[in-house]
């Protein structure tokens, strides 16, 4: 996974409406869709899904991540 990246990890990223916070789902590494949008990963280009505490999932890039 991402450096220093880890299931479980909490994080925050930037989001619409500001910063928000939560918990590293998995690491992504195949093509699947999450909330209707296609996350378009692989092993090279890998995403991290992500879940905000109200159960909201996301994918973002690792490097748009940070330890929170």
Sequence with gaps: ??????????VKWQASGGTAHGKVVRKVTHTMHVKGHKVAATPDDPQILV???DGARAAHKPEALHKD
Excluded: H, I, Q, V
């Design 51 to 53: 879940e905000t505490e």
């Design 1 to 10: 996974m991402a450096e220093g990246l880890r299931k479980g990890s909490k």
